[in-house]
Nanobody, 116 residues
Framework: EVQLVESGGGMVQPGGSLRLSCAAS????????MSWVRQVPGKGPEWLSS????????AYADSVKGRFTISRDNAKNTLYLEMNTLKPEDTALYYC?????????WGQGTQVTVSS
């Protein structure tokens, strides 16, 4: 069974930092490209960043480029998202995503709230 468990969210002041983690199990993590996506209630999901299975290729949405860094530890089956210089508009539920075979899988999400 594919499982993705996000953690590391919380409340932070503008300009602050958070590091999200996504623990993966039930599939070959080291062979799977991974992504982070966020969603605000009432809006569609927003793709943030992707990383290839080897971790040597990354891509970012313009909204987070230069502030967020995606990384992975294949030995620990864990995906990360380092978030710096957070803004109120970064407030959302953050999900990791894995495409396994023909299916996409999501975790339960971790809430990030940026507020003074």
């Amino acid at each position: 069974e594919v499982q993705l468990v996000e953690s590391g969210g919380g409340m932070v002041q503008p300009g602050g930092s958070l590091r999200l983690s996504c623990a993966a199990s039930g599939f070959m993590f080291s062979r799977t490209d991974m992504s982070w996506v966020r969603q605000v209630p009432g809006k569609g999901p927003e793709w943030l960043s992707s990383i290839n299975n080897g971790g040597d290729y990354t891509a970012y949405a313009d909204s987070v480029k230069g502030r967020f860094t995606i990384s992975r530890d294949n030995a620990k089956n864990t995906l990360y998202l380092e978030m710096n210089t957070l803004k109120p508009e970064d407030t959302a539920l953050y999900y990791c995503h894995a495409g396994v075979g023909a299916q996409g899988f999501w975790g339960q999400g971790t809430q990030v709230t940026v507020s003074s």
